[in-house]
């Protein structure tokens, strides 16, 4: 007798749960040869709003933890993902089309970036932060803060570059809403698996899948929203258009780079981008 | 509003402990399944767009914005009045609260600063929120928070007389305490009656709670103190708004309901608005018979409120704490 086939739904990733689009609307992912892959979930905008109301929450927890606590979560995604690395290789072949030397390639580049990122949390501050030399008998200590709930648009790149957008976010103390990339969303939510199982606070990264088009513009004009990252925004007029939204309550902005070649080290940048700096005075021998 | 003191219509029934008790205990059952699915039932409809911004001005003006902490200031009580004059300092158009309740002591405060806002004081009495104290106490409470010029009192009711049966007690405490609401010119303060439904254990109980509040002369039943887990739920309101209803009916005298404790966004507070109106009718769609007792409410009311005029979600950083 044959066996009956186990079929994974692909949900939504938020406030640690995984949750159906609350619109119950889903869409068709092809593979490369574009064949059926799996149907993904449609998010909409209140799926929008209940991952920022998430990641909001989650906030105060999360950039509150030591960064060496938050180095050692993030490690541990890095963990968790190399012992699923199978998984993600027959995903990445299977969605993309590529060989599986490439798909190893992009898996090792990803769990690399993670822990590479994980080593930044507890040094990011010693490297970007200053004493300040002032008139007066003072200590003057500036130090970087989290920004915020982060909205990514994330790159095409399913596991690598969507790893590249996030992990330099969270080490950092922010949480993120993540819209994950349009044609290869699938990837996201079984990351989002892996998040579910490491340690990760829930809220602390929340994924949706769906319509760029539809859930960004939300996103760019939410009040409780403090930066948006556009790095997966291939639509010129789309991304002018979030940018000018996004201007309303003064949120830091990413301008796209949706060809961005992930494989390459980056630098620090994605880190220090979605950065506040806060500069203490401190009186001297008294 | 002026209704007297006792009920004519139910003299008999109060005589004695035991005509009040055949009253209550004779009050049909609360079917408990059926009671629960009906509040389900209508927490499913689906308010939008005019409506929805009707029913959030609506709600604002029906909030007892509340602040009931032992580490309250004259200070937050200033600050929580302004508030409730002016819910959103960025909007004119953004009705006031209905009232500030706070502890006795603090009544003078607020009503100096809210004035002659149109905006109520009430105090919660009696001992709140255990009301566990002699009664001549309880009295002196009520009429210190009248005289420093509470426009409403919120008292509790002695759950354990309740529990135990002695009816004719709580009665009377009810009765006593509205009469120490009168004031020397003849008006009085409007009597709420908190019944801290988390205590009562039963249905059957909250239905039986409210008519003997109702017959005492009450002006508002409230479900709780906010002090105890679980406060206002649905299907509790639920019945309290068909006594109210049913009170109606039979003495002609209108009653108002006030959920406290719990409901803290804007989608919990329009299920109970849908509730009154199909229970009750439109005509307890006002502030003057609906009230919620609530401070996390508010910002919620007022965030769904902004989302309505500007089109973009708005986020906790653009109204104050308290």
Known sequence: MSRIDVRKTYKLYIGGQFPRSESGRSYVVNDAKGRLLANAAQASRKDARDAVVAARSAFPGWSGKTAYNRAQVVYRVAEVLEGRREQFEAELRAAEGISPARARTYVDAAIDRLVWYAGWADKITQVVGNANPVAGPFFNLSTPEPSGVIAVIAPRGPLLGLVSVVAPLIVTGNTVVVVASEDNPLTAITLGEVMATSDLPGGVVNVLTGSQAEIAPWLASHMDVNGIDLTGVDDAALAVDLEVAAADNLKRVRRPAPDTDWLVQPDLDRMTRFLETKTVWHPIGV | ?322
């Open chain 2, 1 to 322: 509003m002026s209704t007297p003191a006792t009920s004519a219509v139910y003299d008999d029934v109060v005589r004695t402990d035991s005509s009040l008790r055949r009253f209550l205990h004779g009050l049909p059952g609360v079917d408990q399944v059926g009671c629960e699915a009906r509040a389900a039932g209508l927490a499913t409809r689906s308010i939008k767009t005019t409506s929805k911004a009707w029913a959030i001005d609506l709600a604002i003006r029906m909030v007892d914005l509340t602040t009931l902490e032992g580490q309250d200031t004259h200070g937050k009580v200033r600050a929580l009045a302004s508030k409730a004059m002016r819910p959103d300092p960025a909007d004119p158009t953004c009705p006031a609260t209905a009232a500030v309740c706070v502890y006795p002591d603090m009544v003078a405060t607020a009503k100096q600063t809210l004035g002659d806002s149109g905006v109520h004081v009430a105090a919660v009495a009696t001992a709140f929120p255990s009301g566990r104290a002699a009664m001549d106490i309880k009295l002196a409470d009520t009429r210190d928070a009248v005289e420093a010029g509470a426009d409403e009192i919120d008292m509790v009711i002695d759950r354990g007389a309740f529990l135990s049966g002695r009816y004719l007690q709580v009665f009377e405490e009810i009765a006593q305490v509205r009469a120490a609401c009168a004031r020397p010119d003849g008006t009085s303060a409007h009597l709420k009656v908190i019944f801290e439904t988390g205590e009562l254990q039963t249905y059957d109980n909250v239905r039986r709670a409210s008519w003997l509040a109702m017959m005492a002369g009450g002006h508002f039943i409230k479900t709780s103190t906010g002090k105890v887990q679980p406060a206002a739920t649905l299907p509790v309101t639920l019945i309290m708004l068909e006594a109210v209803r049913d009170f109606r009916d039979q003495t002609g005298q209108m009653v108002g309901v006030k959920p406290a404790g719990g409901i803290k966004t804007t989608k919990d507070a329009i299920k109970y608005l849908v509730m009154v109106n199909e229970t009750c009718g439109d005509d307890w769609l006002d502030p003057d018979w609906f009230r919620f007792g609530a401070s996390t409410l508010l910002n919620d009311l007022l965030m769904q409120r902004t989302k309505m005029t500007t089109g973009r979600y708005s986020g906790p950083d653009y109204f104050t704490l308290d």
